[in-house]
């Protein structure tokens, strides 16, 4: 099929989505750097250098993670309760009540967020011994209000880009506030980055970042593009995991172990920090990658799309490649710190590799629908998939029917697969064929309705 030639006013179109998304990026970070009321004036900013100097407490201080945990714990609830898995691959009208649940969660969680925040704000004071909130009467309740409102606010900036804007609007939040991270890291490189201690591991960093990009945009081995399973399978959730499950049972162990028990136990873990992080990111890799990604359903989303009875093998073929492929990328990333701590751990880049790649993937979505609004002309949301498999085969099935098409957030999504709901997949299609490409997308996406014999309880 001859793509349309980028009209003039397809252009603009981008153009200005370019630039509502870019004005609302920069007012979250300008907002980042007002200080919450009621603080000492000498107490309101960091006392550290920065590039982007922080308040101690600015009024977007809660962030966005109460709504990412709010929508990750509905996630799991429907996925356990079957009168609510049904719900959780149908239309929008379908997650409509999970939607609902997941707003009410994330407020009682920014809520509860906010007033341990200023719990422990009552409790310290400055140098000079000045307390660091106000002892006026009402501002603990003022600040509490005021810190819920920061999250309701840069949820309603991600809603707006996601409507008005390029990309997944919570994923443009999250990856831009890891760019200012980012940046207040790297300003350190200059001086840091003569010693070898800190080189080296600066450079596995970087090639990190490159192996789990290239290998999202489709890694060697694919059998000429025309059956793909969406690199990392597993997510990159095995990494965040790994570190909890290391650091957890110490904080737990210290409730009801007895001192000399429970420094033993840390000991031990401390020593073997790496070790530990890496077996239990790889473990969970292997099990996540098929929970999220089962070679029976992958093959059952290619059948659905009624491509032709080649597509479903060589789609488990392709998964099982993407399996090898994700597991090998979890292993080496976990496996980063070995290095760190062989050149002395002097390498300052507090967010890991996981931040770097997530900004990336973020990046990559952007550029993706900057590309494709350019080339197709306006584009509506017709479907929203949360099976980041069944991406390729809602695609190929559009392209068949001859409808021109777009995948939103896809890079972002496969970080995470069902524990980011709050970004789906978006395909986007020209208007006049938004209802037609959305009966196509719902067959692909719930192809165990079409063929249930194939179908198996997974985490997808």
């Known amino acids: 099929m001859t793509e349309p030639a980028a009209a003039p006013f397809a252009r603009r179109d981008v153009a200005r989505r370019a630039a509502v998304t870019a004005l609302l990026v920069v007012a979250c970070w300008a907002l980042q750097r007002v200080p919450a ?57 379908d997650r409509a009540a999970l939607t609902r649940a997941a707003w009410f969660v994330a407020i009682a969680l920014a809520a509860y967020e906010a007033l341990r925040t200023v719990e422990e704000l ?25 810190l819920v409102a920061g999250t309701a606010l840069l949820s309603a900036v991600a809603l707006a880009i996601g409507r008005h804007g390029l990309g997944n ?80 049972p110490p904080r737990l162990g210290r409730s009801f172990l007895s001192q000399e028990t429970w420094d033993s136990v840390s000991a031990f873990l401390d020593a073997h920090r790496n070790t530990g992080e890496v077996a239990v990111s ?25 491509l032709g009875a080649a597509a479903a093998p060589d789609a488990a073929a392709a998964s099982a ?49 900057a590309r494709a609004r350019r080339r197709l002309g306006p584009l509506v949301p017709a479907f929203a998939l949360h099976r980041v498999y069944a991406v ?7 392209a068949q029917a001859g409808i021109p098409a ?10 995470f697969h069902a524990f980011a709901p709050f970004a789906p997949v978006e395909l986007l299609v020209p208007a006049p064929r938004a209802q037609e490409a959305a009966a196509i997308c719902a067959r692909i996406a719930r192809p165990e309705l079409a063929a249930p014999a194939a179908a198996e309880v997974t985490l997808p």
């Open 37 to 93: 009321p009621f603080l000492a004036p000498d107490a309101a900013w960091r006392p550290e250098p920065s590039l982007l100097p922080a308040p101690l407490v600015s009024v977007l201080h809660v962030g966005l993670w109460p709504v990412v945990l709010a929508f990750a714990i509905v996630e799991l609830v429907a996925l356990v309760a079957p009168r609510l898995r049904a719900r959780r691959h149908g239309s929008a009208a």
């Open 122 to 146: 009552a409790q310290v004071g400055t140098s000079e011994g000045i307390p660091v909130l106000s002892s006026e009467r009402l501002a603990p309740v003022v600040l509490a209000l005021t």
């Open 169 to 248: 609007g919570f994923a443009v939040v999250l990856g831009a506030d890891l760019v200012a991270q980012l940046l207040g890291v790297l300003q350190e490189v200059p001086a840091l980055a003569r010693d070898a201690g800190v080189l080296v591991p600066l450079l596995l960093e970087v090639a990190a970042l490159a192996v789990a990009l290239r290998l999202m945009r489709g890694g060697p081995g694919e059998p000429g593009g025309a059956v793909r399973v969406p690199v990392p399978t597993c997510g990159l959730v095995p990494w965040l995991a790994a570190q909890w499950v290391m650091q957890s």
């Open 282 to 306: 790889v473990a969970l890799a292997i099990v996540l990658a098929r929970l999220f990604s089962a070679r029976s359903r992958v093959a059952a989303s290619w059948s659905a799309a009624g």
């Open 321 to 369: 490649r993407a399996h090898r492929a994700s597991i090998a990328l979890v292993a080496f990333g976990a496996a980063l710190p070995f290095a760190a701590a062989a050149f002395r751990n002097q390498w300052p880049w507090v967010l890991g590799v996981f931040g770097p790649v997530m900004a990336g993937a973020t990046v990559m979505d952007l550029a993706a629908e």
């Open 392 to 398: 390729e085969p809602a695609l190929a099935a559009l």
């Open 406 to 415: 777009a995948a939103r957030a896809r890079y972002f999504r496969a970080l």
